[in-house]
């Protein structure tokens, strides 16, 4: 089994930064990528950014892009979601997940085995 804890999730004012945090345990063989999603007010769930556990390969929503970074630590064993220039449309609660599939792949929930429990981010005008 593999535990996935979010934290770092607040409020902030658009053009802000955040990161987010996922603490990851148990199993790490199980699973050959990570990634954020989140889930706009009365939207699906979608993917945010993708990463593989070797960090080198990432993958991100056009939404996010030269916005968002996906970074990991394996020796603390942590991945994080630095969130900058913030907009009111990146308010979601956002969610930490584990699966085995490509970059692109894990941008689909479908391919998630793991979920974390979410943590709000609120992005104010």
């Known amino acids: 089994q593999v535990q996935l804890v979010e934290s770092g999730g607040g409020s902030v004012q658009a053009g802000g930064s955040l990161m987010l945090s996922c603490s990851v345990s148990g199993n790490r063989y199980v699973f050959n990528s990570m990634a954020w999603f989140r889930r706009n007010p009365g939207k699906e769930r979608g993917g945010v950014a993708t990463s593989s556990t070797g960090g080198r390969a990432t993958y991100y929503a056009d939404s996010v892009k030269g916005r968002f970074t996906i970074s990991r630590d394996n020796t603390k064993n942590t991945v994080y979601l630095q969130m900058n220039n913030l907009k009111p449309d990146d308010t979601a609660i956002y969610y930490c997940?584990?699966?085995?599939?490509?970059?692109?792949?894990?941008?689909?929930?479908?391919?998630?085995?793991?979920w974390g429990q979410g943590t709000q981010v609120t992005v104010s005008s």
């Open positions: 997940a584990a699966g085995w599939a490509t970059v692109a792949d894990m941008m689909l929930q479908e391919n998630v085995r793991y």
